[in-house]
């Protein structure tokens, strides 16, 4: 059999073909397309979107598309898990590379390069049961980020699930309060940092969202917020419970 490698990821289209598991000059009866594309993505995490296809009589095609790093969480062992924005892991490192965002708050039971993170621990008696509820929150914060083209978001702190926080460019903590209305939440915050960039492209200070469908914007001297204190001196401790309404001010609703 041939092979064609169409697409562009940062691997050769010899390594793409090799980490198919397909070799050449072999029939394509006996060739299992979905085992193959799944070694791909495996072995070469940096590839997206794999897709394999027979050209009869003896040909296949390889088509595919590159990912790129997105986000960080930390491990056990200390270090960090570089993942995409649909949370497969990419590679290890021991520290954070600029513009990742971090997510803090769990640690996942399992973190194999070219595949998905888990925190759900399964086992034979709860295989078919087991909820990874945390990889659900995680993810409807990612997707909802991606989803509003929320760009410099520093952290993602899930730490307290009834006090779910991000920051932005080191600067505004958004506060979301617990899991309800994320998408919601996430992108009212949105039009709340655009409004207020117009005002001031470098004050400080907090959104709160915890009320769904309405927004608070406290302004703040970076110095007396918490979070970004924390984060900005990498001691990382529970934040401190949001305002009350009545000492912010309302600055947008749905």
Do not use: H
Not at 68 to 73: N, S
Not at 93 to 121: R, W
Not at 123 to 140: A, W
Not at 246 to 252: F, M, P, Q
């Amino acid at each position: 059999k041939s092979f064609t490698v169409e697409g562009i990821a940062p691997y050769t289209a010899e390594e793409v073909i090799a980490a198919s598991g397909m070799e050449q000059g072999k029939s394509l009866v006996f060739a299992d397309l979905d085992e193959a594309t799944a070694s791909i993505e495996k072995k070469l995490p940096y590839t997206d979107n794999v897709r394999i296809t027979k050209k009869l009589p003896s040909g296949i095609i390889i088509r595919l598309e590159s990912t790129e790093k997105a986000f960080a969480i930390s491990l056990s062992n200390g270090t960090y898990a570089l993942l995409d924005s649909n949370l497969k892991v990419l590679e290890y490192s021991a520290e954070v590379p600029d513009n990742i965002t971090l997510i803090k708050g769990a640690v996942p039971v399992k973190a194999e390069t070219g595949e998905y993170l888990s925190f759900a621990q399964e086992t034979k008696e709860n295989k078919d049961e087991t909820k990874d509820k945390t990889l659900e929150l995680i993810l409807s914060l990612t997707t909802a980020v991606a989803e509003n083209e929320m760009k410099d978001i520093n952290l993602i702190d899930i730490t307290s699930r009834s006090n779910i926080y991000m920051i932005y460019q080191g600067r505004i903590v958004l506060n979301l309060g617990d899991s309800s209305e994320i998408p919601g939440k996430i992108s009212l915050g949105q039009r709340v940092i655009v409004e207020e960039n117009m005002l001031s492209p470098t004050q400080s200070g907090t959104i709160n969202l915890t009320v769904p469908k309405k927004a608070y914007f406290n302004p703040s001297d970076p110095d007396d917020i918490k979070e970004l204190v924390i984060y900005n001196g990498g001691e990382w401790e529970e934040p401190e419970a949001p305002q009350s309404e009545t000492e912010e001010t309302a600055v947008a609703e749905e």
